[in-house]
């Protein structure tokens, strides 16, 4: 089994940034991919970035030139840099691993608020 833990989400302004953090139990490249995804109040979850075991990077429209993901293989960890946040990114941030094989873990989730 992989525990992911997220830390990182908090209150900010809108156009304030914040970094999210994705702590895995065992070695990133373990996985295919890892990312992150969202799910703001009444909405299905949505994909956000992704981060491949090769290091490509992909990002979602509404976040490509904002958010940055980012990995540290020593510490086992993906990161989620974001800026210029608007109170439409408002949502909890759930971190994604996929592996070479079937299914995926999940994290527990950690909220974003971007409110004034």
């Known amino acids: 089994q992989v525990q992911l833990v997220e830390s990182g989400g908090g209150l900010v302004q809108p156009g304030g940034s914040l970094t999210l953090s994705c702590a895995a139990s065992?070695?990133?490249?373990?996985?295919?991919?890892m990312g992150w995804y969202r799910q703001a109040p009444g909405k299905q979850r949505e994909w956000v970035a992704h981060i491949t075991y090769g290091g490509r990077t992909n990002y979602a429209v509404s976040g490509k030139g904002r958010f940055t993901i980012s990995r540290d293989k020593d510490l086992n960890t993906v990161y989620l840099q974001m800026s210029s946040l608007k109170p439409e990114d408002t949502a909890v941030y759930y971190c994604?691993?996929?592996?070479?094989?079937?299914?995926?873990?999940w994290g527990q989730g950690t909220q974003v608020t971007v409110s004034s």
């Open positions: 994604n691993a996929s592996p070479f094989t079937a299914g995926q873990y």
């Open positions: 065992r070695s990133i490249f373990n996985f295919n991919t």
